[in-house]
């Protein structure tokens, strides 16, 4: 045993489960039964359900119906131990994880581990822009965009300058794929509905929302018909879709892209940036990858063998956001589907008497992909069917309320859905001072 490195008593086999999030959490639920006991660690405190962090950053739900807390999660899970930190160190070697929680430390002793630390927002190597164009990856990125959209209406309300107050209003989203589609969408929405009448100065509708993207169409994954009729939608809200706009430059008070066909450059000046264009797997990933004698990809993902193994070390396994494979995309199934595959394999070593096949190749099934543009409105793609408007905005509503964590969860964002459905209120438009400011004090890696 590593020196001074915790394991749990009774000498079990350990299997140490880095990130909380869709893979970690799965994998930790798939190993209930098996006779293991499993550590979980994540550096924040609940299971985020990324797909709805959107409605939060809109003041459709609250924090708290979209994530839940992991140690409540588990509470009846009886092998399965959680462990709020920082994961600041692994040593494949030694087999050890090390995590800490503000200057708090402990080390782990593993015999199986698995990494599923997900992924954060990539600027391309123009980190820079991060300080002005806040991308949406965490619930602090959610309560800190809800908090400077609606503190920009607020500011436009406080103004005389007209010339002032249509740079407050202007809302530059960059990147559309399905998280810049579906807050665009709710961002029209919030200006064009929620908050008509309520200013006295101006006229929330007149705010000028811009999406961006380098790409010629919107949700390149869903293929261009459906994303036609993304971007139909959108513009009949009012948004203005720019497209083979490669971003240059985000500052403080603007931001600059330059046209892909006609090489003009163009300059908008914004109240609200936000950047939703692209991402980078977590740095644990190369931590490990370099230890196991492989390199990752562009985008920080580890390649891993068929099984979802590291290299040489058969006990490690690295799913989700974080892994390459076969060019899977990064999408919560991914992550659940590996998570559950990396628990079987697991179970299947330590059962001596079981003939299933140890190294069995992951095998993703694709149950589609769907995105929200505004009510009503969505875009749904399994396979070859295509669904679009209202029909796909049921299907979607139903499969993410019936993928959250918990019933009560489930049934809050079902109420609150129907509520915002019929009605343009909004429940969670509070805002704090600390949402609002407190990010730059707390350093980027809140
Ligand atoms: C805004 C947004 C919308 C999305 N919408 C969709 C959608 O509609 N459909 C879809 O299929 N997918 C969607 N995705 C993608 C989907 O959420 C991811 O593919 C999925 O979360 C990946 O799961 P994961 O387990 O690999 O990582 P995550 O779910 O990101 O979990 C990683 C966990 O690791 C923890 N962690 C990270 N670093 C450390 C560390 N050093 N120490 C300890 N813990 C650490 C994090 O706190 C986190 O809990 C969306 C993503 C975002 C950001």
Do not use: C
């Not at 619930?139 to 800190?144: I, M, P, Y």
């Not at 994303?227 to 008070?253: C, I, P, S, Y």
């Not at 931001?255 to 609200?272: F, L, N, P, S």
Request: hydrophobic share 45%.
């Amino acid at each position: 045993m590593a020196e001074n490195a915790f394991r749990p008593n009774g000498g079990r086999h350990h299997v140490v489960v880095i990130g909380a999030g869709f893979g970690g959490l799965n994998a930790v639920k798939s190993l209930k039964n098996a006779d293991v006991d499993v550590t979980l660690i994540d550096k924040k405190n609940h299971h985020l359900f990324q797909p709805m962090l959107y409605q939060v950053a809109t003041g459709l739900v609250s924090s708290g119906e979209i994530a839940p807390s992991t140690r409540q999660i588990l509470r009846d899970q009886d092998n399965a131990h959680f462990v709020n930190g920082n994961v600041t160190d692994i040593d494949i070697k030694a087999q050890t994880v090390t995590a800490a929680l503000d200057d708090t430390e402990r080390t782990f002793e593993y015999d199986s581990l698995i990494v599923a630390a997900g992924a954060g927002q990539s600027y391309f190597g123009n980190d820079h822009f991060a300080e002005f164009a806040p991308g949406m990856k965490t619930l602090d990125d959610a309560l800190e965009l809800r908090a400077n959209i609606i503190a920009a209406f607020e500011k436009a309300e406080l103004t005389d300058d007209p010339a002032e107050r249509e740079k407050l209003l202007t809302f530059v989203i960059v990147g559309a794929g399905p998280t810049g589609v579906e807050l665009t969408g709710q961002i029209a929405e919030m200006a064009k509905r929620s908050f008509n009448g309520q200013f006295s100065n101006f006229s929330p509708s007149s705010a000028k929302i811009y999406l961006l993207d380098g790409a010629p169409q919107v949700l390149p994954p869903f293929g261009k018909r459906l994303g036609r009729k993304a971007q139909r939608t959108l513009e009949k809200l009012g948004v203005d879709v720019r497209l083979n706009a490669m971003v240059t430059n985000v500052d403080e008070k603007s931001v600059t892209y330059k046209d892909m066909k006609t090489e003009q450059e163009t300059t908008i000046e914004a109240g609200v940036k936000i950047w939703s264009a692209g991402v980078a797997a977590s740095p644990l990933g190369k931590m490990v990858a370099e230890q196991a004698g492989v390199e990752t990809d562009r985008a920080g993902r580890v390649p891993v063998n068929e099984d979802l193994t590291l290299g040489e070390y058969s006990n490690v396994y690295v799913i989700g956001d974080m892994m390459g494979l076969n060019r899977l995309p990064g999408l919560a199934q991914v992550a659940m589907q590996g998570g559950a595959h990396a628990a079987k394999l697991i179970e299947a070593k330590l059962d001596e008497e079981s003939t299933a096949n140890e190294k069995e190749a992951f095998d993703y099934f694709d149950k589609g992909s769907m995105a929200v543009i505004s009510r009503f409105n969505a875009v749904v793609k399994m396979g070859k069917t295509e669904m679009t408007g209202f029909p796909a905005w049921i299907a979607w509503l139903a499969l993410h309320v019936a993928y959250l964590v918990g019933f009560r969860s489930r049934a809050i964002v079902a109420l609150n859905w129907l509520i915002n459905a019929v009605s343009p209120v909004r429940g969670n438009l509070a805002i704090t001072d600390q949402q609002r400011l407190a990010r730059n004090k707390m350093g980027k890696d809140a």
